[in-house]
């Protein structure tokens, strides 16, 4: 029962690195960390770290993105400013 839990779970995780190839990365490292964890709660303090060094990436390119939008929200603004709409 459980060889067979696992072995969907592997098959699933291949599924989806199929589909998600840019992931194949991640998960190798994933996999290369786990890999030298002695025990489970170290193993899951891992998933933590990397989970929340993700997290902070994402933050990072939140803020950037949103840094652009207002950038262009002030250019877009700056010419309906300028815009003669009655003539």
Do not use: C
């Not at 995780?13 to 964890?37: T, W």
């Not at 933050?59 to 603004?77: I, T, Y």
């Amino acid at each position: 029962m459980e060889n067979n839990s696992l072995k969907k779970a592997q098959e699933a995780l291949e599924d989806f690195l199929g589909e998600h190839p840019e992931l194949k990365e991640y998960q190798a490292e994933i996999e290369r960390r786990m890999s030298k964890a002695p025990t489970f709660a170290a193993r899951m303090d891992i998933l933590q770290f990397m989970m929340a060094e993700r997290l902070n990436t994402l933050k990072g390119a939140f803020s950037e993105l949103r840094g652009h939008v207002l950038k262009m929200k002030d250019s877009l603004q700056a010419v309906l400013d300028e815009t003669d709409w009655n003539g």
